[in-house]
Every structure is written in structure tokens, then in C-alpha cells.
């Protein structure tokens, strides 16, 4: 199986700051990479897929890049209502793993 | 309004059954593939099974043999039938659409809506 592992874990930030996000596969998946954003009770959100490519109705602070094996979400200037937890996931093979989570908190 | 709404979760004893419901509305059914992903408590999504608009079909090792995935395009309703259960398969449950953004030869997958999941617990 393709494993994919995200970092930070956890990262504190406050309003307005510019936050960054990595996640790494264990091998070439190319840009079959997404990202997704939840918060408790609520249904994941998707942001990116395709690496790069910003899902309809998402804010363009979020944005996404990277190939191959290595891929970086950034969110420019941080809102109150982005403080959740993100997910990344590959899509080159079945199962479709996800990393394991970062969970981003207020400052 | 696009939604995805599961159901059928509860508290089972090991070794028991349940089958989860996902019933949607807002867009065709029958045009879309479909997954289920679980959360389990205070860990990460875990993708488990998938189901395409032909039935092809997919599961993850951790659920293979235990589960079965299905759908009723008649009932706009995406199932997944769970037997044998363990204390871990205690899960927050989502379904999630699968769509496609299509570049030259290249199919690149994801999901884009979800519903607010159901809860299982596995619990003697």
C-alpha cells in the first residue's frame, strides 16, 4: 500500500497568519493528491484535488502544489473558520490512503 | 440542495451485523461512484470501500470478508452491509461521491461532497 504522512501533527497559529502543511508519499503518486478539511460534526470538506486545483466555492487563501512524492497545502492568511483538522489523500491506487491528520489550532 | 445522508448505525455487540444506509438527493445517483470512509474516535479517515456506477468494487484489508458495499440506483441509496464486527470497527461512518477531473489519458479521483456520517460502536 501507498502510505502518505502528513506534518505538522498539530500546529498552533493565529488569525491572519500564513500556514503551511506537508504531506509525503512512500511513493510517486504525481498529482493524484487531494486535501480535505473537517471539523467535528460536520462532513469533510474537500479543498484541493488534483495537487493544485481549487475546489469550487473554497476560498483561494487555500492552495495546494507539489508532485511526485512531495505536496504542500498553504493557507495564506489563516481565518477563524479554519481551524480544523486536514487530510491529505492519494488517489494513484486502491486503497485510497489518507494521512494521518493535522490538526490546526488557535494560538 | 446536494446531500448525502447516512443512517443505520447503533451499538452492536461483537460478532454482530449491521447495515448501514446512505441515501441521496440533490443529483442522479445512478451517474456516480461512491465510497465509505471511517473515523474512529480520535484517530484519522480511514477509506474502506468503494462501488462504482457498473459495481466494481473495492475494499480495504481491514474490512475485506466482513463487509459488503452495494447499491440501489431505484432508491438513490448506497449501502454497506457489515458482519462479524470487532471492538474496532467502532467508527464514525461517512459515505462520499466520487467524481473525476479528466486530463489527456489521466482520470484524477475525488470526493467531493460527504455526508455527516453514522456512528457504530462495537461494545459488549
Known amino acids: 500500500d501507498i502510505q502518505v504522512t502528513q506534518s505538522p501533527a498539530s500546529l498552533s497559529a493565529s488569525v491572519g497568519d500564513r500556514v503551511t502543511i506537508t504531506c509525503r508519499s512512500t511513493?510517486?503518486?504525481?498529482?493524484?493528491l487531494n486535501w480535505y478539511q473537517h471539523k467535528p460534526g460536520k462532513a469533510p470538506r474537500l479543498l484541493i484535488y488534483?495537487?493544485?486545483t481549487l475546489q469550487s466555492g473554497v476560498p483561494s487563501r487555500f492552495s495546494g502544489s507539489g508532485s511526485g512524492t512531495d505536496f504542500i497545502l498553504t493557507i495564506s492568511s489563516l481565518q477563524p473558520e479554519d481551524f480544523a483538522t486536514y487530510y491529505c489523500?492519494?488517489?494513484?491506487?486502491?486503497?485510497?490512503?489518507f494521512g494521518q491528520g493535522t490538526k490546526l489550532e488557535i494560538k | 440542495e446536494v446531500q448525502l445522508v447516512e443512517s443505520g448505525g447503533g451499538l452492536v455487540q461483537p460478532g454482530g451485523s449491521l447495515r448501514l444506509s446512505c441515501v441521496v438527493s440533490?443529483?442522479?445517483?445512478?451517474?456516480?461512484?461512491f465510497n465509505w470512509v471511517r473515523q474512529a474516535p480520535g484517530k484519522g479517515l480511514e477509506w474502506i470501500a468503494y462501488?462504482?456506477?457498473?459495481?466494481?468494487?473495492f475494499y480495504a484489508d481491514s474490512v475485506q470478508g466482513r463487509v459488503t458495499i452495494s447499491r440501489d440506483n431505484a432508491k438513490s441509496s448506497l449501502y454497506l452491509q457489515m458482519s462479524s464486527l470487532r471492538a474496532e470497527d467502532t467508527a464514525l461512518y461517512f459515505c462520499?461521491?466520487?467524481?473525476?477531473?479528466?486530463?489527456?489519458?489521466?482520470?484524477?479521483?475525488?470526493?467531493?461532497?460527504w455526508g455527516k456520517g453514522t456512528t457504530v460502536t462495537v461494545s459488549s
Open positions: 462520499a461521491r466520487q467524481k473525476a477531473t479528466i486530463r489527456g489519458p489521466y482520470y484524477y479521483y475525488y470526493m467531493d461532497i
Open positions: 440533490g443529483f442522479t445517483f445512478r451517474d456516480y461512484n
Open positions: 462501488i462504482s456506477t457498473s459495481n466494481s468494487i
Open positions: 511513493q510517486n503518486i504525481d498529482i493524484y
Open positions: 488534483a495537487a493544485s
Open positions: 489523500q492519494q488517489t494513484v491506487r486502491i486503497p485510497r490512503t
